[in-house]
Nanobody, 126 residues
Framework: QVHLVESGGGSVQSGGSLRLSCAVS????????MAWFRQEIGKEREGVAA???????TYAESVKGRFTISQDKHKITSYLEMNDLTPNDTAVYYC????????????????????WGQGTAVTVSS
């Protein structure tokens, strides 16, 4: 079993920055894809950023140019650098990973990922 634990969430003012981390532990299964999702209260979980394979990245339109996803060489930790935050970015952010998924069409879809973290809350005030 693979365990994902997010950290780095918190409260920040509009225009500020946060860096989220996702630590992978448990099974030595090689993870092919890793992603970040977010969910606002009362809304569906949406894909924010993903790395498919070793280096192909994709982003939701709403965060392009502001958010950057990265991972360490061994895919033990994933990061989401978030800049120029706005109140619309307020949500619980979830890390996700999958040992098989290489489909570009599933990169920002919840059904593309087998393993999920518990989430870390981000609050952006105006």
């Amino acid at each position: 079993q693979v365990h994902l634990v997010e950290s780095g969430g918190g409260s920040v003012q509009s225009g500020g920055s946060l860096r989220l981390s996702c630590a992978v532990s448990g099974s030595t299964t090689t993870l092919v894809s890793m992603a970040w999702f977010r969910q606002e209260i009362g809304k569906e979980r949406e894909g924010v950023a993903a790395i498919v394979g070793d280096d192909r990245t994709t982003y939701a339109e709403s965060v392009k140019g502001r958010f950057t996803i990265s991972q360490d060489k061994h895919k033990i930790t994933s990061y989401l650098e978030m800049n120029d935050l706005t109140p619309n970015d307020t949500a619980v952010y979830y890390c996700a990973a999958d040992p098989f998924m290489r489909s570009w069409s599933l990169a920002l879809k919840t059904n593309g990922y087998l393993f999920w973290g518990q989430g870390t809350a981000v609050t952006v005030s105006s």
